[in-house]
């Protein structure tokens, strides 16, 4: 079975500084897939970033980075230059061996001030 | 490109009443899947299918039913609803690869049942 643990259920940060989200899992499965997602007040699903578990490099995309620690099973996001439109609920998931079901962190919401 | 389509986005239901969520994808994928969301409790998987004619239980499949008669398709029926029903759902579909763009969302469905 997969486990994903998401520590701060609650983070500030101050517009334009970095921040970053805490996310460590657990599984048998030598081939996963961590992936981050963004949930806004609207309430869809907005996909950021993707690592898979045989990735040499860090994954990113834009402002967003994956800070991925295999041996300590963590994939931390980070995310550079927090602006206000940031402020969302942020969700952690794993896949294992295939694409068919992900399983879900209980999310980390993210407060953005000025 | 309509991705992920789920209808309806609200419906109130009285205890008892059946009723069904309606999925469809255009991208041709293999896997689909439904999540439930709670507060405080991220997304949890109802049912999943790996393909047309075939699907499985997920974490919490009770009180729900799903069939999969074509790849476009997957709907959730829910037979005798419960205020515990009372919740966000999420249909999702996938390439059979892990990846992360290959893992898309429908808007989801809030659905109240009194």
């Known amino acids: 079975a997969q486990k994903i643990t998401q520590t701060q259920p609650g983070m500030f940060v101050q517009e334009k500084e970095a921040v970053t989200l805490d996310c460590t899992y657990d599984?048998?499965?030598?081939?996963?897939?961590l992936f981050w997602y963004k949930q806004p007040s609207s309430g869809e699903m907005i996909f950021l970033i993707y690592?898979?578990?045989?990735?040499?490099q860090n994954a990113t995309e834009g402002r967003y980075s994956l800070n991925f620690q295999k041996a300590r099973k963590s994939a931390n996001l980070v995310i550079s230059a927090s602006q206000l439109g940031d402020s969302a609920m942020y969700f952690c998931?794993?896949?294992?061996?295939?694409?068919?079901?992900?399983?879900f962190g209980t999310g980390t919401r993210l407060q953005v001030t000025l | 490109n309509a991705g992920v389509t789920q209808t309806p986005k609200f419906q109130v239901l009285k205890t008892g009443q059946s009723m069904t969520l309606q999925c469809a994808q255009d991208?041709?994928?293999?896997?689909m899947s439904w999540y439930r969301q709670d507060p405080g409790m991220g997304l949890r998987l109802i049912h999943y299918?790996?393909?047309?004619?075939?699907?499985d239980q997920g974490e919490v499949p009770n009180g729900y039913n799903v069939s999969r008669s074509t790849t476009e398709d997957f709907p959730l029926r829910l037979l005798s609803a419960a205020p515990s029903q009372t919740s966000v759902y999420f249909c999702?579909?996938?390439?059979?690869?892990?990846?992360?763009?290959?893992?898309?969302f429908g808007s989801g469905t809030r659905l109240t049942v009194v």
């Open positions: 999702a579909s996938s390439g059979t690869g892990l990846s992360g763009y290959g893992y898309t």
């Open positions: 599984t048998s499965d030598p081939s996963y897939g």
């Open positions: 690592q898979g578990s045989y990735d040499q």
């Open positions: 998931a794993m896949g294992a061996g295939t694409a068919s079901k992900l399983t």
């Open positions: 991208m041709n994928h293999e896997y």
């Open positions: 299918s790996v393909g047309a004619g075939i699907t």
